[in-house]
């Protein structure tokens, strides 16, 4: 079974067989919107509106209630993301030694802002606020490893040898 979505990079088709597992554990079980919504995030990397809709549709949990959830706790994604996820810290250590110079060669080298997402979907940027690490500031994640101490220029460097 397949649900198809037209995007603007053409047709997007979402194979629905990983959900059914996830929606016979919680059949029945209105109460389990987030666990429900989390794990077909983790199918997915991210929850695709036509893949909202299918939830809604077999739980019977209203579409409003799904969109509700997933907008309103930050883990969840309603947005396609890059391969490569950049977090880049702006809390108060990172910004005082230097974080904005960072982003500033982010968007100069790859164009890339603040929560957005490559047009082909390589890197998304975030900015966050402390990854606890304010020691090695200024701090970005690149893909869940923390870069410390970061450099404009080898940060660019580094995330242009990412596959
Ligand atoms: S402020 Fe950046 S790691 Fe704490």
Do not use: W
């Not at 690490?133 to 870069?147: E, I, M, Q, R, T």
């Amino acid at each position: 079974m397949v649900a198809t979505a037209a995007t603007d990079g053409g047709a997007v088709s979402f194979d629905l067989q990983p959900l059914e597992p996830i929606l016979e554990e919680f059949k029945g079980r209105k109460d389990a919107v987030i666990p429900i919504l989390q794990r077909a995030q983790d199918v997915y990397g991210y929850l695709p509106r036509e893949i909202i809709y299918y939830i809604s549709k077999r739980t019977r949990i209203p579409v409003s209630r799904l969109f509700g959830v997933a907008t309103f706790y930050a883990q969840f994604r309603l947005t396609r993301r890059g391969r490569h996820l950049i977090r880049l810290c702006d809390g108060t250590a990172c910004h005082v030694r230097g974080a904005k110079k960072s982003l500033e060669a982010l968007e100069k080298a790859m164009s890339l802002k603040p929560g957005q997402t490559s047009p082909d979907y390589k890197y998304t940027l975030d900015i966050v606020y402390c990854l606890g690490s304010c020691g090695l500031a200024p701090v970005a994640l690149v893909n869940d490893k923390v870069v410390g101490r970061l450099l404009p220029d080898s940060l660019v460097e580094r995330l242009g040898k990412l596959e």
